[in-house]
Protein backbone atom coordinates (compact mmCIF):
# COMPACT_ATOMS: atom_id res chain seq x y z
CA UNK A 1 0.00 0.00 0.00
CA UNK A 2 1.10 3.58 -0.91
CA UNK A 3 1.62 6.02 1.63
CA UNK A 4 1.61 9.71 0.90
CA UNK A 5 0.94 11.11 4.05
CA UNK A 6 4.00 13.18 4.50
CA UNK A 7 3.60 14.85 1.08
CA UNK A 8 -0.22 16.15 2.01
CA UNK A 9 -0.31 19.03 3.35
CA UNK A 10 -2.46 20.05 6.13
CA UNK A 11 -4.98 22.94 4.94
CA UNK A 12 -5.73 24.48 8.33
CA UNK A 13 -2.35 25.60 10.53
CA UNK A 14 -0.12 27.38 8.53
CA UNK A 15 -1.95 28.78 5.19
CA UNK A 16 -3.17 32.08 4.99
CA UNK A 17 -6.72 31.97 4.93
CA UNK A 18 -7.87 35.08 3.05
CA UNK A 19 -5.22 34.23 -0.22
CA UNK A 20 -6.40 30.92 0.41
CA UNK A 21 -9.92 31.51 -0.07
CA UNK A 22 -9.23 33.45 -3.11
CA UNK A 23 -7.59 30.31 -4.70
CA UNK A 24 -9.82 27.55 -3.96
CA UNK A 25 -13.20 28.75 -4.35
CA UNK A 26 -13.60 26.35 -7.44
CA UNK A 27 -12.01 23.45 -5.97
CA UNK A 28 -14.63 23.83 -2.81
CA UNK A 29 -17.33 23.54 -5.51
CA UNK A 30 -16.18 20.65 -6.26
CA UNK A 31 -15.83 19.67 -2.85
CA UNK A 32 -19.02 20.44 -1.47
CA UNK A 33 -20.78 18.66 -4.63
CA UNK A 34 -18.79 14.93 -3.48
CA UNK A 35 -20.40 15.85 -0.01
CA UNK A 36 -23.50 16.23 -1.53
CA UNK A 37 -22.80 13.08 -3.60
CA UNK A 38 -21.93 11.46 -0.82
CA UNK A 39 -24.79 12.40 1.36
CA UNK A 40 -26.98 11.93 -1.73
CA UNK A 41 -25.76 7.78 -1.28
CA UNK A 42 -26.21 7.96 2.77
CA UNK A 43 -29.29 5.58 2.21
CA UNK A 44 -28.57 3.51 -0.08
CA UNK A 45 -26.19 0.45 -0.81
CA UNK A 46 -23.80 3.26 -2.31
CA UNK A 47 -21.17 4.32 -0.01
CA UNK A 48 -18.59 6.92 -1.45
CA UNK A 49 -15.02 7.10 0.74
CA UNK A 50 -13.38 10.53 0.99
CA UNK A 51 -9.82 10.62 1.71
CA UNK A 52 -6.89 12.50 2.68
CA UNK A 53 -3.90 11.82 0.59
CA UNK A 54 -3.23 13.79 -2.45
CA UNK A 55 -0.52 12.62 -5.05
CA UNK A 56 -0.16 12.36 -8.79
CA UNK A 57 0.60 9.18 -9.37
CA UNK A 58 1.32 8.82 -13.59
CA UNK A 59 2.05 11.71 -15.94
CA UNK A 60 2.10 11.47 -19.95
CA UNK A 61 1.95 13.42 -22.79
CA UNK A 62 0.03 13.59 -25.96
CA UNK A 63 0.96 14.55 -29.05
CA UNK A 64 3.09 18.06 -29.79
CA UNK A 65 3.92 19.85 -32.71
CA UNK A 66 7.52 20.59 -33.83
CA UNK A 67 9.46 22.85 -36.04
CA UNK A 68 12.74 22.50 -37.79
CA UNK A 69 14.36 24.61 -40.26
CA UNK A 70 15.86 23.34 -43.35
CA UNK A 71 16.76 24.12 -46.86
CA UNK A 72 14.99 23.57 -50.00
CA UNK A 73 16.42 22.01 -53.15
CA UNK A 74 16.20 25.67 -54.41
CA UNK A 75 18.35 26.61 -51.79
CA UNK A 76 15.74 28.72 -50.03
CA UNK A 77 15.24 28.25 -46.08
CA UNK A 78 11.85 26.69 -44.99
CA UNK A 79 10.58 25.60 -41.84
CA UNK A 80 9.38 22.01 -41.60
CA UNK A 81 6.31 20.70 -39.34
CA UNK A 82 6.18 17.31 -37.78
CA UNK A 83 4.50 15.28 -34.70
CA UNK A 84 6.29 14.39 -31.61
CA UNK A 85 4.68 11.29 -30.01
CA UNK A 86 4.93 12.77 -26.21
CA UNK A 87 3.50 8.99 -24.45
CA UNK A 88 6.86 7.67 -25.74
CA UNK A 89 9.05 9.82 -23.28
CA UNK A 90 8.58 8.74 -19.75
CA UNK A 91 8.58 11.31 -16.63
CA UNK A 92 9.95 10.42 -13.41
CA UNK A 93 7.94 11.48 -10.73
CA UNK A 94 9.66 12.13 -7.32
CA UNK A 95 7.55 11.87 -4.83
CA UNK A 96 10.04 12.72 -1.96
CA UNK A 97 10.99 16.25 -3.39
CA UNK A 98 7.63 16.75 -5.43
CA UNK A 99 8.89 16.86 -8.79
CA UNK A 100 7.80 15.52 -12.49
CA UNK A 101 10.01 15.77 -15.23
CA UNK A 102 11.23 13.86 -18.17
CA UNK A 103 14.98 12.38 -18.36
CA UNK A 104 15.30 11.83 -22.11
CA UNK A 105 14.98 15.66 -23.34
CA UNK A 106 12.19 16.01 -26.13
CA UNK A 107 13.49 16.27 -29.84
CA UNK A 108 15.11 20.23 -30.72
CA UNK A 109 12.22 22.24 -32.07
CA UNK A 110 9.53 20.43 -30.16
CA UNK A 111 6.46 23.23 -29.43
CA UNK A 112 5.73 23.12 -25.20
CA UNK A 113 4.00 25.92 -25.60
CA UNK A 114 0.74 23.93 -26.23
CA UNK A 115 1.08 20.28 -24.61
CA UNK A 116 -1.95 18.10 -23.78
CA UNK A 117 -1.49 15.90 -20.91
CA UNK A 118 -2.98 12.62 -19.35
CA UNK A 119 -1.98 12.40 -15.58
CA UNK A 120 -3.71 9.85 -12.71
CA UNK A 121 -4.13 10.27 -9.09
CA UNK A 122 -3.78 8.69 -5.89
CA UNK A 123 -7.57 8.05 -4.10
CA UNK A 124 -9.07 10.46 -6.47
CA UNK A 125 -6.89 13.11 -5.53
CA UNK A 126 -8.51 16.56 -7.54
CA UNK A 127 -5.56 18.38 -9.45
CA UNK A 128 -5.15 21.82 -10.23
CA UNK A 129 -2.27 24.40 -12.50
CA UNK A 130 -1.15 27.24 -10.95
CA UNK A 131 -1.49 30.31 -13.50
CA UNK A 132 1.35 31.68 -15.09
CA UNK A 133 -0.59 35.25 -14.95
CA UNK A 134 -0.99 34.92 -11.22
CA UNK A 135 0.50 32.81 -8.62
CA UNK A 136 -2.73 33.42 -6.47
CA UNK A 137 -5.17 31.82 -9.06
CA UNK A 138 -5.33 27.76 -9.50
CA UNK A 139 -7.26 26.42 -12.79
CA UNK A 140 -8.67 23.55 -12.69
CA UNK A 141 -6.94 20.50 -14.73
CA UNK A 142 -8.25 18.86 -17.56
CA UNK A 143 -7.02 16.29 -20.00
CA UNK A 144 -8.96 18.11 -22.92
CA UNK A 145 -6.60 20.99 -22.35
CA UNK A 146 -3.12 21.87 -23.43
CA UNK A 147 -0.96 23.26 -21.01
CA UNK A 148 2.09 25.84 -21.52
CA UNK A 149 4.72 24.29 -20.27
CA UNK A 150 7.91 27.13 -21.59
CA UNK A 151 8.62 27.01 -18.13
CA UNK A 152 8.21 24.74 -14.94
CA UNK A 153 4.50 24.58 -14.24
CA UNK A 154 3.05 23.91 -10.39
CA UNK A 155 0.27 21.30 -10.28
CA UNK A 156 -1.09 21.36 -6.81
CA UNK A 157 -3.45 18.19 -6.32
CA UNK A 158 -6.06 18.50 -3.28
CA UNK A 159 -7.26 15.09 -1.14
CA UNK A 160 -11.21 14.24 -1.97
CA UNK A 161 -11.75 15.36 1.68
CA UNK A 162 -10.91 18.76 1.20
CA UNK A 163 -8.04 18.48 4.32
CA UNK A 164 -4.76 18.71 2.51
CA UNK A 165 -3.01 18.90 -1.06
CA UNK A 166 0.60 18.14 -2.60
CA UNK A 167 2.51 20.59 -4.77
CA UNK A 168 4.47 19.34 -8.06
CA UNK A 169 6.99 21.08 -9.89
CA UNK A 170 6.34 19.93 -13.77
CA UNK A 171 9.56 20.40 -16.26
CA UNK A 172 9.37 19.33 -19.60
CA UNK A 173 12.75 19.06 -21.09
CA UNK A 174 13.37 19.82 -24.54
CA UNK A 175 16.98 19.71 -26.56
CA UNK A 176 18.65 23.18 -27.35
CA UNK A 177 20.86 21.62 -29.76
CA UNK A 178 19.94 19.99 -32.84
CA UNK A 179 20.99 15.99 -32.55
CA UNK A 180 22.76 15.95 -35.72
CA UNK A 181 25.00 18.73 -35.93
CA UNK A 182 28.18 18.80 -36.21
CA UNK A 183 30.47 21.68 -34.95
CA UNK A 184 34.50 22.68 -34.81
CA UNK A 185 36.21 24.84 -32.26
CA UNK A 186 40.11 26.18 -32.97
CA UNK A 187 42.09 25.09 -29.43
CA UNK A 188 45.70 25.49 -28.75
CA UNK A 189 48.24 23.28 -29.77
CA UNK A 190 48.94 21.69 -26.51
CA UNK A 191 45.10 19.91 -26.38
CA UNK A 192 45.61 18.11 -29.43
CA UNK A 193 46.35 14.58 -27.89
CA UNK A 194 49.58 13.05 -28.80
CA UNK A 195 49.55 9.85 -31.37
CA UNK A 196 51.55 7.11 -30.67
CA UNK A 197 55.19 6.81 -31.01
CA UNK A 198 55.31 4.13 -34.00
CA UNK A 199 59.18 4.30 -34.03
CA UNK A 200 59.73 2.37 -31.16
CA UNK A 201 57.99 -0.45 -32.94
CA UNK A 202 59.94 -0.26 -36.21
CA UNK A 203 62.56 -3.55 -36.63
CA UNK A 204 65.30 -4.26 -39.51
CA UNK A 205 62.88 -5.48 -41.94
CA UNK A 206 60.31 -2.63 -40.85
CA UNK A 207 59.19 0.53 -43.98
CA UNK A 208 56.43 1.61 -41.97
CA UNK A 209 54.79 0.78 -38.39
CA UNK A 210 50.81 1.24 -40.05
CA UNK A 211 48.63 0.50 -36.40
CA UNK A 212 47.10 -1.82 -34.46
CA UNK A 213 43.77 -3.62 -33.45
CA UNK A 214 43.34 -5.25 -29.87
CA UNK A 215 45.97 -7.76 -30.07
CA UNK A 216 48.10 -7.63 -33.08
CA UNK A 217 50.38 -4.64 -34.50
CA UNK A 218 50.62 -4.08 -38.50
CA UNK A 219 53.46 -2.66 -40.42
CA UNK A 220 54.63 -2.41 -44.58
CA UNK A 221 58.13 -4.16 -44.77
CA UNK A 222 60.94 -2.61 -46.80
CA UNK A 223 59.62 -4.81 -49.74
CA UNK A 224 55.97 -3.49 -49.28
CA UNK A 225 54.73 -7.07 -47.85
CA UNK A 226 51.85 -6.00 -45.12
CA UNK A 227 53.47 -7.56 -41.59
CA UNK A 228 51.66 -8.68 -38.17
CA UNK A 229 53.15 -9.12 -34.82
CA UNK A 230 51.52 -10.60 -32.39
CA UNK A 231 54.07 -10.16 -29.24
CA UNK A 232 54.06 -6.77 -29.41
CA UNK A 233 56.09 -5.94 -31.80
CA UNK A 234 59.38 -8.35 -31.10
CA UNK A 235 58.75 -10.46 -33.98
CA UNK A 236 56.54 -10.27 -37.61
CA UNK A 237 55.56 -12.12 -40.02
CA UNK A 238 53.60 -11.65 -43.49
CA UNK A 239 50.11 -11.35 -43.16
CA UNK A 240 47.63 -13.39 -44.67
CA UNK A 241 45.80 -12.36 -47.72
CA UNK A 242 42.66 -13.10 -49.96
CA UNK A 243 43.99 -11.30 -52.93
CA UNK A 244 46.57 -10.62 -55.06
CA UNK A 245 49.42 -8.38 -52.91
CA UNK A 246 49.84 -6.57 -56.36
CA UNK A 247 46.20 -4.62 -55.01
CA UNK A 248 48.29 -3.71 -51.79
CA UNK A 249 48.84 0.23 -51.46
CA UNK A 250 52.63 1.07 -50.55
CA UNK A 251 52.08 5.31 -50.04
CA UNK A 252 49.76 7.53 -48.37
CA UNK A 253 48.61 4.45 -46.23
CA UNK A 254 46.51 4.98 -42.56
CA UNK A 255 44.65 2.66 -40.11
CA UNK A 256 41.57 2.25 -37.85
CA UNK A 257 40.47 -0.05 -35.82
CA UNK A 258 37.33 -0.27 -33.74
CA UNK A 259 35.52 -3.03 -32.17
CA UNK A 260 32.35 -4.51 -33.29
CA UNK A 261 31.00 -6.45 -30.25
CA UNK A 262 27.43 -6.07 -31.62
CA UNK A 263 28.70 -8.57 -34.44
CA UNK A 264 30.54 -10.93 -32.47
CA UNK A 265 32.04 -10.53 -29.31
CA UNK A 266 35.40 -9.48 -28.54
CA UNK A 267 36.37 -8.73 -32.06
CA UNK A 268 38.22 -5.74 -34.30
CA UNK A 269 37.25 -4.82 -37.20
CA UNK A 270 40.65 -3.23 -38.95
CA UNK A 271 40.91 -0.97 -42.13
CA UNK A 272 43.46 0.03 -44.22
CA UNK A 273 43.75 2.18 -47.24
CA UNK A 274 46.33 3.62 -49.38
CA UNK A 275 47.58 4.38 -52.67
CA UNK A 276 49.26 2.27 -54.99
CA UNK A 277 53.02 3.50 -56.60
CA UNK A 278 51.99 6.50 -58.66
CA UNK A 279 55.39 5.19 -60.32
CA UNK A 280 53.77 1.95 -61.66
CA UNK A 281 50.00 3.00 -61.86
CA UNK A 282 50.37 6.74 -63.12
CA UNK A 283 46.51 6.81 -63.70
CA UNK A 284 44.85 5.06 -60.87
CA UNK A 285 42.34 7.14 -59.56
CA UNK A 286 40.52 5.41 -56.56
CA UNK A 287 42.50 4.51 -53.56
CA UNK A 288 43.09 0.83 -51.98
CA UNK A 289 41.06 -0.06 -48.61
CA UNK A 290 41.68 -3.68 -47.57
CA UNK A 291 40.09 -4.92 -44.19
CA UNK A 292 40.39 -7.75 -41.37
CA UNK A 293 38.09 -8.78 -38.97
CA UNK A 294 40.24 -9.87 -35.62
CA UNK A 295 38.95 -12.11 -32.90
CA UNK A 296 41.09 -11.36 -30.25
CA UNK A 297 40.64 -14.92 -28.82
CA UNK A 298 43.75 -16.41 -28.20
CA UNK A 299 42.39 -19.79 -29.82
CA UNK A 300 40.16 -18.39 -32.19
CA UNK A 301 41.53 -19.11 -36.02
CA UNK A 302 43.61 -16.25 -37.54
CA UNK A 303 41.82 -13.84 -39.84
CA UNK A 304 42.95 -12.96 -43.16
CA UNK A 305 42.90 -9.43 -44.81
CA UNK A 306 40.11 -8.91 -47.75
CA UNK A 307 40.41 -6.50 -50.34
CA UNK A 308 37.58 -4.14 -50.71
CA UNK A 309 37.78 -2.97 -54.38
CA UNK A 310 36.19 -0.81 -56.94
CA UNK A 311 35.97 -0.14 -60.40
CA UNK A 312 37.70 2.92 -61.47
CA UNK A 313 34.36 4.85 -62.39
CA UNK A 314 32.79 3.86 -59.37
CA UNK A 315 30.49 6.63 -57.27
CA UNK A 316 31.25 5.01 -54.08
CA UNK A 317 35.23 4.23 -53.96
CA UNK A 318 37.36 6.59 -52.10
CA UNK A 319 39.14 8.69 -54.06
CA UNK A 320 43.05 8.48 -54.93
CA UNK A 321 44.01 11.39 -52.38
CA UNK A 322 47.23 12.27 -51.13
CA UNK A 323 48.13 12.07 -47.37
CA UNK A 324 45.44 10.02 -46.35
CA UNK A 325 43.89 9.59 -42.89
CA UNK A 326 40.79 7.81 -41.46
CA UNK A 327 39.21 7.64 -37.95
CA UNK A 328 36.34 5.63 -37.16
CA UNK A 329 33.65 8.09 -35.20
CA UNK A 330 30.64 8.34 -34.65
CA UNK A 331 29.72 5.00 -35.72
CA UNK A 332 31.23 5.73 -39.26
CA UNK A 333 34.89 5.74 -40.75
CA UNK A 334 35.86 9.53 -42.50
CA UNK A 335 38.68 9.89 -44.41
CA UNK A 336 40.51 12.87 -45.68
CA UNK A 337 43.12 14.00 -48.30
CA UNK A 338 45.03 16.03 -50.21
CA UNK A 339 45.35 16.39 -53.92
CA UNK A 340 43.68 14.05 -56.00
CA UNK A 341 46.76 11.91 -57.67
CA UNK A 342 47.42 10.01 -61.38
CA UNK A 343 43.73 9.54 -62.62
CA UNK A 344 41.86 11.37 -59.71
CA UNK A 345 41.73 15.14 -60.13
CA UNK A 346 40.28 16.31 -56.76
CA UNK A 347 41.57 19.55 -55.19
CA UNK A 348 43.54 19.09 -51.69
CA UNK A 349 40.86 18.44 -48.60
CA UNK A 350 37.98 19.04 -50.44
CA UNK A 351 35.89 17.47 -48.17
CA UNK A 352 35.30 14.63 -45.67
CA UNK A 353 34.39 11.02 -46.86
CA UNK A 354 31.91 8.71 -44.65
CA UNK A 355 31.22 5.57 -44.68
CA UNK A 356 28.48 3.76 -42.97
CA UNK A 357 29.39 0.41 -44.16
CA UNK A 358 33.05 -0.21 -42.49
CA UNK A 359 34.81 0.78 -45.44
CA UNK A 360 32.73 -0.42 -48.46
CA UNK A 361 31.30 2.58 -50.14
CA UNK A 362 32.37 6.10 -49.34
CA UNK A 363 30.53 9.62 -49.69
CA UNK A 364 31.53 13.27 -49.34
CA UNK A 365 29.41 13.77 -45.92
CA UNK A 366 27.11 16.96 -45.81
CA UNK A 367 27.06 16.60 -42.15
CA UNK A 368 31.07 16.55 -41.40
CA UNK A 369 32.38 19.71 -43.10
CA UNK A 370 35.88 20.76 -43.15
CA UNK A 371 36.29 24.29 -40.42
CA UNK A 372 35.53 27.54 -41.85
CA UNK A 373 37.70 28.00 -44.92
CA UNK A 374 38.48 31.77 -43.99
CA UNK A 375 40.23 30.47 -41.17
CA UNK A 376 41.54 26.97 -41.73
CA UNK A 377 44.12 26.04 -44.01
CA UNK A 378 44.15 23.15 -46.70
CA UNK A 379 47.03 23.58 -48.49
CA UNK A 380 48.96 21.66 -45.67
CA UNK A 381 48.95 18.14 -44.75
CA UNK A 382 46.58 16.91 -42.25
CA UNK A 383 46.10 14.54 -39.31
CA UNK A 384 43.17 13.01 -38.12
CA UNK A 385 42.19 11.16 -35.15
CA UNK A 386 39.46 10.58 -32.88
CA UNK A 387 40.23 11.01 -28.52
CA UNK A 388 38.96 8.70 -26.40
CA UNK A 389 36.25 10.62 -25.60
CA UNK A 390 33.87 12.00 -27.70
CA UNK A 391 35.94 14.61 -30.21
CA UNK A 392 37.27 14.49 -33.53
CA UNK A 393 40.58 16.35 -34.08
CA UNK A 394 42.48 17.83 -36.77
CA UNK A 395 45.86 19.16 -37.13
CA UNK A 396 47.54 21.15 -39.62
CA UNK A 397 51.45 20.10 -39.72
CA UNK A 398 52.71 22.92 -41.09
CA UNK A 399 50.61 25.54 -39.08
CA UNK A 400 50.03 24.27 -36.16
CA UNK A 401 46.23 24.76 -36.45
CA UNK A 402 44.27 22.08 -33.63
CA UNK A 403 40.98 22.19 -34.26
CA UNK A 404 38.15 19.91 -32.00
CA UNK A 405 35.08 19.09 -33.29
CA UNK A 406 32.14 17.61 -31.98
CA UNK A 407 28.53 15.80 -33.18
CA UNK A 408 26.15 16.64 -30.52
CA UNK A 409 24.16 13.30 -30.89
CA UNK A 410 27.82 12.18 -28.87
CA UNK A 411 27.48 14.62 -26.29
CA UNK A 412 23.61 13.71 -25.21
CA UNK A 413 25.26 9.69 -25.31
CA UNK A 414 27.74 10.17 -23.46
CA UNK A 415 27.31 13.02 -21.07
Not at 79 to 101: A, E, L, M, P, W
Not at 118 to 123: E, F, G, N, P
Not at 210 to 238: C, F, I, P
Amino acid sequence: MLIFDKMCVNLHPNLNSSRLMRQLKTLFILLAGLSLMASCLSGSDNEVTLYGDAAITSFTLGTLNRYTATVTTEGKDTTVKSTVTGSSYTFHIDQVNHRIYNTDSLPYGTDVSRVPVTLATYHNSIATIRSLESEDSLVYYSSSDSIDFTKPRQFLVWSSDGKGYSEYTVSVNVHQEQQDVFYWKQVATTDYPSPLDNAQYWGANIKQYLGQSTSEMYALSVDNKLMVSRDHGATWEEDLLDEDASMLPTQDLDLVSYYIDDVAANTDYVLLVGNRSTETYPQESIAMVWRKIVDNDPYAPRGQWVYMGHLSDSRYALPRMENLCITEYADCVLAIGGKGLGGCTQTPYEGIYESRDNGITWKKSTRFLFPDLDEFSTQNPLIEMTDDDIYLWLYCVNTNQVWRGLLNTLLWRYK
